[in-house]
């Protein structure tokens, strides 16, 4: 079983029952890792969500540490969405949608930041 080790990040979600009683998972991230196993370098980034399923650490993988980190947000997106659906639940994080866990800040100038695009205001 992995463990999640160094815990770099956290997060609290309420969660709202049918009948309006309220109760909280907390989702905590590992700091990412080289995956041991991998021949190739690959990294692992171990994660949990306490007060579900008994908060088993699980881990998500990626070519490097960033992505492994990305690609464990996305799992506990899809779990805790699973979660509200099979529970009859609505999971909450300051309002937002996806648990704030969607990074998507729109852009569509792909050198934002490169000495030839305009200086941001």
């Not at 009859?88 to 490169?114: A, K």
Request: hydrophobic content about 35%; aromatic content about 6%.
């Amino acid at each position: 079983m992995p463990e999640l080790g160094e815990v770099v990040a956290e997060r609290r979600i309420a969660v709202i029952g049918p009948n309006d009683a309220t109760s909280e998972l907390v989702i905590r991230f590992g700091k990412p890792h080289p995956d041991p196993l991998s021949p190739n370098g690959d990294w692992c980034c171990p994660f949990q969500i306490e007060g579900l399923d008994d908060g088993p650490v699980q881990t998500a993988f990626g070519v490097d540490s960033l992505q492994a980190l990305l690609l464990a947000a996305y799992r506990v997106r899809l779990l805790l969405t699973e979660h509200a659906e099979q529970t009859s639940t609505r999971l909450d994080w300051l309002g937002q949608q996806d648990f704030g866990l969607r990074v998507d800040p729109g852009l569509t100038d792909l050198h934002i930041g490169s000495p030839t695009s305009p200086p941001r205001a």
